[in-house]
């Protein structure tokens, strides 16, 4: 019982930060929806304006 629902909290975390990844710039918060209004803009910024890389 505990460890099972301790793996099954493990994976629901893990699927909401991969979510917020996909959605959500890391470094700015700001959402993917604002970004809509441009052709790739959310890929642009997450990739060049804001690229996790160059924080690391």
């Known amino acids: 019982g505990l460890i099972i629902d301790a793996f099954g909290e493990l994976r629901d975390q893990q699927e909401q930060v991969k979510e917020d990844m996909e959605t959500k710039c ?11 209004t441009v052709p790739h803009g959310f890929e642009t910024h997450t990739l060049q304006e804001h690229n996790l890389a160059n924080y690391l």
């Open 26 to 36: 890391f470094i700015c918060g700001i959402g993917n929806d604002y970004f809509d």
